[in-house]
């Protein structure tokens, strides 16, 4: 399958290791992984906190980059639940029918991992080894809007040698929301202070996520304490075979 | 100024819902009546009694003959000395014992009715799945304060009146008529979300559930 | 229209100031812990008990939207049925109006003092101080109201506006103003809830049996019968809507139903939504006036205040679908943490957020929208399916715009925002930003983490390490080792 990543603004710039998770993680799996070099941004930092014109360019540059692909993979909850539930709307309201159509028929071939893996793929064993104990927390956007389940959660119970274990309140938010870490910092604040307590409760040795915006605030926090908990993208994890030393 | 204020708002709701098509109809409500689910499986009465139950209504199962005495052990547990029966409760379901008896007929007065231990009732329907009795307030029922002041409430409940669920209670009540759906004793959250039973209707519930023998 | 009533409360700061201090307060954090703890599960645990939960939502959303698509029609239909009925129906375009013939109403009886059932609608318009302004008193008899009012406080929930305290806090208030009128909290008061909820029986008992005139919200109206529907628990309700002469119902216009058939989708989500229950104890239905039974002047109020201007908003809209059952409420973990004063409005947690910027214009509610991590939990909850995080960031836009049109000069964060679209409008520029970053990370990272960030991010570094930018961008990394050279593209043109 000819699949394309959308690695995200924030994991180009990051997180690059993700990226590459993925594409080891794909390339293995037997596909063909493409990325295309125009893509920037989904546009949903612009978007959530009010800025809906400025996202209209980055909507656009989205369905020109990404159309004709069998499907589009992005290791981000919340940026590809950005994709499938708002460009449309930001089409409708500030572009074009020809936009209005080229979103419609892009926004339908984006997936998020877990998602591209288990419904697409039809694999849930990709043959990853991470002998390590793990904590997973589900991150709201791959829960509620995506609707991605307990998907993840499979592809982890299938790693071979992981040790998982349940993190408590895992559904409840960790806090950061974007511009709402900056804006309500006190709240947000409150909020990572329960996650991390929950984390370091399980005493997992890593927090696993599908989203690394979720856990750079919470491995920014757990970072700051020295709990000696580190943070790891769900396709890390799934592109770990034997042999990869952590 | 009533009017004016009429159609101020009127006039501001068909400004609001311009873009609703002429053609839209008003009153087919798409989707408004779903399907039939059975919520209360076939144990219809025995889901009643528990569900009344759990929510502290003392709830007690008795074959026609007995219903009378099992009122009289409601009203003895609780140490009633005055009983109102509302106009049309089934005289041979009243208990004989220790107890005044009160007839709404001339109307009792509000400081009667606070003064009165017990009211006993009949029921326009019952809920299953919620534990609910249902008041139309007609004849054995009587004025929704006789039901209100008095501290302990006796219903009577036929098996046959007791509906499976909602849906079905409100298919067979009277919208014309005061209605008063009745689940437990009185009882609040207010503090700390916690539910306890007892504050300004009747504390203590009990329902006589007729069966037949 | 802000100021005269009680949507926004004036003085309020923005929220993120207001739950600053909520956030010090380790009682309230307890209390609201504990209480929205309780709560959550069992609303779980009796939603999960219908089989056709998910369709009860669905039906209930679509009467809602379609009732709000013909609103003029079925209020009309409702005035024409409470009126056949024996009831008087009003109309009111605000809060004043709205206050204006509540008080000559009560006036025309002569009375001086009305009990109150718990209602949403008069909270908002502030009917007890403009009754107070006319000389008539108000008295609260929902046990949380009641606390509320005998503590000098201000509602903090939906259903329950006590929720900021707790039992011991309640004992304290009963034990110092309930001499004040009705009957004294009794000697040795304990802090147990069944001995509080005695002591609000005995202190209300006696302004039951002599009031006169009452004043209530509703639940629901249906347009097909007239009927109007009370859900409570105390029995306070039913004092209120049986024993005075008069009965005075303020209705906000959005709670009309088509049908007397409708109610059976309401009565089964409200009471599961609200306090978890399988239904509340008691519900009262009635239909204009009795003979025999009840008060005999029924007037009907029904209450505008904002409500068209948000009925006009074709994605706001469904905020006014809302039945006030608190379970946006309960599951928020915004709330959860700061309580509903925060939210400086008679409508707090995300319904509130919604909802209040709409009632008084976003501009003088401008930090509610972005009181949320849009993290889905209350739509997930709401029984009659309001997508809350679809309204917020609606709004959010609305108030940037609000922002854009009232000021000279954008805001920092207007051009923070327009500088990052340029930035993320290139992948040149993007990959032009992300070398620049990498390399001036590198000073000030320390093992590959920056400790403290410059200006506003310095509220995220205070408690948060921050991972130094990558040295080499996936987009870097991709072009260095995968791009194909023109001698691979030659070379399989040639088809080797």
């Known amino acids: 399958m000819r699949i394309a990543l959308f690695i995200t603004c924030f994991n180009d710039t990051m997180f690059p290791r993700t990226g590459r998770a993925v594409t080891t993680l794909l390339e293995r799996l037997g596909h063909t992984v493409e990325f295309p070099p125009g893509q920037t941004c989904c546009g949903q930092m612009h978007f959530n906190t009010g800025y809906r014109p400025e996202t209209l360019p980055m909507v656009r540059r989205f369905a020109e980059n990404f159309a004709g692909y069998d499907a589009v993979v992005a290791p981000s909850g919340s940026c590809a639940g950005m994709v499938r539930d708002h460009h449309r709307v930001v089409a409708a309201q500030y572009g074009d029918s020809a936009l209005a159509e080229s979103v419609e028929q892009v926004v339908t071939t984006v997936y998020e991992l877990s998602e591209l893996l288990i419904d697409i793929l039809g694999v849930t064993d990709v043959g990853a080894h991470f002998p390590h104990r793990v904590t997973y927390h589900p991150t709201c956007h791959s829960l509620r809007m995506l609707r991605v389940g307990d998907r993840p959660l499979r592809l982890l119970r299938a790693v071979k040698g992981i040790d998982l274990v349940e993190l408590a309140e895992a559904e409840s938010c960790c806090g950061f929301g974007g511009t709402f870490a900056l804006k309500n910092a006190d709240v947000s604040n409150a909020m990572l202070a329960d996650k991390m307590r929950h984390v370091q409760n399980t005493g997992a040795q890593f927090l696993c996520a599908g989203d690394n915006s979720c856990l750079t605030h919470i491995g920014g926090g757990l970072s700051r304490l020295r709990t000696g908990v580190g943070t790891m993208h769900l396709a890390e994890i799934l592109a770990s075979t034997e042999g990869d030393v952590r | 100024m009533t009017m004016n204020g009429r159609e101020t708002v009127l006039d501001a709701i068909r400004g609001a819902l311009s873009g609703v098509p002429g053609s839209e109809s008003p009153d087919a409500t798409p989707l408004s009546h779903g399907r039939r689910v059975d919520h209360a499986g076939p144990d219809v009465v025995g889901m009643f009694a528990d569900r009344a139950a759990e929510y502290r209504a003392t709830v007690v199962r008795v074959p026609p003959a007995d219903v009378a005495e099992a009122v009289g052990r409601a009203l003895a547990r609780t140490g009633a000395r005055s009983l109102v029966v509302p106009p049309g409760f089934p005289e041979g379901l009243v208990p004989e014992g220790p107890w005044s008896r009160l007839a709404d007929v001339p109307p009792l007065s509000i400081g009667q009715l606070d003064e009165a231990d017990a009211v006993i009732t009949t029921v326009a329907t019952a809920i299953a799945v919620t534990g609910t009795v249902t008041l139309d307030h007609g004849p054995g029922q009587g004025r929704r304060v006789l039901t209100l002041l008095p501290d302990q409430h006796i219903c009577v409940v036929r098996a046959d009146q007791i509906a499976p669920d909602v849906p079905e209670a409100l298919r067979l009540l009277d919208p014309y008529r005061p209605l008063t759906l009745v689940s437990g004793p009185s009882a609040t959250s207010d503090i700390e979300l916690d539910r306890v039973e007892g504050v300004h209707g009747p504390r203590t519930l009990d329902i006589v559930v007729v069966v037949d023998a | 229209m802000s100021g005269a009533d009680n949507v926004v409360w004036l003085g309020t700061p923005a929220f993120p100031e207001a739950a600053r201090t909520a956030l010090a307060d380790p009682q309230l954090r307890a209390n609201l812990r504990r209480a929205t703890g309780t709560i959550r599960d069992r609303r779980l645990a009796v939603a999960a008990e219908l089989e056709d939960w998910e369709e009860l939502r669905e039906r209930a959303a679509t009467i809602k939207h379609h009732t709000l698509r013909h609103l003029d029609h079925h209020l009309l239909r409702l005035e024409k049925a409470v009126t056949a009925a024996g009831g008087v129906v009003h109309w009111a375009a605000d809060a004043a109006e709205a206050n204006r013939i509540v008080t000559r109403l009560v006036e025309a009886t002569g009375e001086s003092e009305v009990v109150k059932v718990k209602s949403m609608a008069t909270q908002e318009i502030g009917l007890n101080e403009a009754l107070a302004d006319a000389g008539i008193r108000a008295y609260e008899t929902d046990l949380a109201e009641l606390i509320v009012q005998l503590g000098g406080d201000r509602p903090s929930h939906i259903l329950v506006p006590a ?180 939210y400086g409005s008679v409508y707090p947690g995300p319904i509130g957020a919604v909802l209040t910027p709409q009632l008084v214009g976003v501009e003088h509610a401008a930090s509610l929208p972005f009181a949320s991590t849009l993290c889905g939990a209350c739509y997930d909850a709401c029984p009659v399916k309001i997508n809350i995080p679809e309204v917020l960031v609606h709004l959010r836009a609305e108030a940037v715009e609000a922002e854009r049109r009232d000021r000279l000069f954008p805001t920092p964060e207007a051009l923070v925002m327009k500088a990052l679209g340029a930035v993320l409008g290139s992948p040149r520029r993007l990959a032009a930003v992300q070398r620049l970053a990498a390399g001036a990370s590198r000073l000030v990272a320390r093992d590959g983490r920056i400790g403290a960030l410059p200006g506003p991010f310095a509220r995220w570094s205070a408690t948060r390490d921050t991972p130094a930018p990558a040295r080499e961008s996936l987009r870097a990394w991709w072009r260095r080792t995968r791009t194909p050279t023109s001698e691979d593209i030659r070379t399989k043109a040639e088809g080797k």
Not at chain 3, 219 to 225: G, I
Not at chain 3, 238 to 252: A, K, N, Y
Not at chain 3, 271 to 286: A, H, V
Not at chain 3, 320 to 332: D, E, K, P
Request: proline residues 5%; hydrophobic residues 40%; glycine residues 8%.
């Open chain 3, 163 to 342: 929720i900021h305290r707790n039992r011991f806090e309640i004992r304290e208030i009963f034990q110092r103003e309930m001499g004040e009128w009705g009957a004294p909290a009794p000697e040795g008061l304990t802090a147990e809830p069944r001995d509080l909820a005695e002591a609000a029986r005995l202190h209300l008992r006696e302004r039951f049996l002599r009031a006169k005139v009452a004043v209530s919200g509703a639940n629901f109206a249906t347009a097909d019968t007239g009927t109007v529907v009370v859900v409570e628990s105390e029995g306070n309700g039913r004092m209120c809507l049986t024993l005075p002469e008069t009965l005075i119902t303020v209705m906000g216009i959005e709670k009309v139903l088509p049908s007397f058939a409708d109610l059976d989708v309401f009565l089964q989500l409200l009471p599961r939504s609200s306090t978890g229950e399988r239904m509340n104890p008691y519900t009262s239905l009635w239909t204009g006036v009795t003979e025999g039974d009840g008060p005999r002047n029924f007037h009907l109020v029904l209450l505008d205040n904002g409500r068209t201007a948000t009925l006009a908003d074709e994605v706001g809209r469904q905020a006014l679908a809302c039945i006030r059952c608190s379970a946006c409420l309960n599951v928020c973990p915004v709330y959860e943490r700061t309580g509903g004063h925060a």
